[in-house]
């Protein structure tokens, strides 16, 4: 271990404290995992998280070289460390795009022409469609209500949603107004659009999630808004994707930077993750109440590889008195001197990283959570 790095680190957080003085919010920080992909595929998307921490996504590989897009994969599970292969539906290549609480999983085949599924136990079943072709789920509440999109018997796009086997049609859709969230209350949200009790409510903005508190979040060309009760609020950050239930929310700033707004704050997410990640923020997709967020990563371009992730909080406040202070310093400094792979009983607590060892990147962890005494 480095006495120096350690000692500027001392002084770094003093300076820090007496800055702090008055208090200021704690810096969120985060481990990451990188899904990797199944055997004989090169590429992985996250898209859904639910409360549990469960991903899912599809994991694929190319057929053909770009611009050409052919490829071949299908859907996962990725839960507790694990990756599981969803398989396909009937030997079609499939994607899974959310998880409720349930475990029930939804998505929809592609390429070609779509078809809706769900998984509640181990095999993929097809909802159906509004009688004609393709349909596409988009989101699954804990009661099972599936929503999504579908041509009707007129041929136009019809928004859904699907319960028990049973659908209940929204009615035909300007093109690419698909309903494609749905929270625990069973509000409905599409582009412009907000189902609520069996009445659409037309928005000004392009609505992207809905929590269970009935907010919305969505932009307007450059604006991104929250919704809630008919009142616009505009917000300061790039293009929002979701929102939890803490009203915390996630998106992506110009230049697939991804960042977290929370309390009126906006934070780029790459400076958050210790250690960082080796890839670059492609699309931030979802983050569930427990501030764990997820998306995919990006290499390169055309031929670059592309990765889901799973983005953990770190919690720094080793003695959990409501702030990250000189005392959790301490503790962690205290935890240093072992070799690496060890931790030295009493300091589980000071591994923020879940990496084996109490080292430096646990203390850049700290620093990035420091808030001084509250």
């Known amino acids: ?54 991903v899912v996504g599809r994991s694929y590989h190319r057929t053909s070289p770009p ?14 460390g694990v990756m599981i292969d969803l398989g396909k539906l009937n030997g079609v290549i499939t994607r899974a795009e959310a998880i409720n609480e349930n475990g029930a999983i939804v998505g929809w085949t592609e390429p070609g022409l779509p078809r809706a599924w769900i998984r509640t136990g181990d095999e993929l079943v097809d909802l159906g469609t509004l009688g004609h072709c393709c349909a596409q789920a988009y989101d699954i509440n804990d009661a099972g209500q599936v929503v999504g999109w579908s041509y009707g018997p007129d041929g136009q796009e019809h928004g859904f949603v699907w319960q028990n086997g049973a659908f209940e049609d929204l009615g035909p859709l300007p093109i690419g107004s698909w309903p494609f969230a749905i929270n625990n209350v069973g509000q409905v949200v599409g582009v412009q659009s907000l189902w609520d009790q069996g009445k659409r409510i037309t928005l000004s903005m392009l609505p992207q999630d809905i929590n269970d508190l009935g907010q919305i979040v969505g932009y307007s060309g450059i604006s991104a808004f929250i919704w809630e009760e008919g009142v616009y609020r505009e917000i300061d950050t790039g293009t929002p994707t979701a929102i939890n239930n803490d009203t915390e929310i996630v998106g992506n700033l110009t230049g697939s930077v991804g960042f977290l707004w929370r309390d009126g704050v906006t934070y780029a997410l790459s400076p958050l993750i210790s250690p960082p990640a080796t890839r670059s923020f492609g699309l931030v997709t979802d983050i569930n109440d427990r501030g ?8 390169g371009s055309g031929n670059g590889t592309v990765r889901g992730f799973l983005l953990v909080p770190i919690d720094p406040d080793l003695d959990q008195d409501g702030d990250v202070d000189l005392l959790d310093f301490f503790s962690i400094h205290g935890c240093l001197s072992g070799p690496q792979g060890i931790i030295i ?18 203390v850049r962890s700290l620093q990035l959570g420091f808030t001084g005494a509250q």
């Open 292 to 299: 764990q967020i997820v998306g995919l990563l990006t290499t």
């Open 1 to 54: 271990m480095n006495a120096r790095r350690i000692a500027w680190s001392i002084v770094g957080l003093l300076s820090l404290s007496a800055a702090a003085g008055d208090g200021f919010a704690a810096v969120p920080t985060y481990t990451i995992v990188e899904l990797e992909p199944f055997p004989g595929d090169s590429h992985t998307e996250a898209y859904g998280i639910n409360e549990s921490g469960d």
């Open 67 to 80: 611009p050409t897009l052919s490829y071949d994969g299908s859907a996962f599970l990725y839960r507790n």
């Open 345 to 362: 009983p009493g300091c589980q607590d000071g591994d923020l990283d879940d990496d084996g060892d109490v080292d430096l990147v646990d």
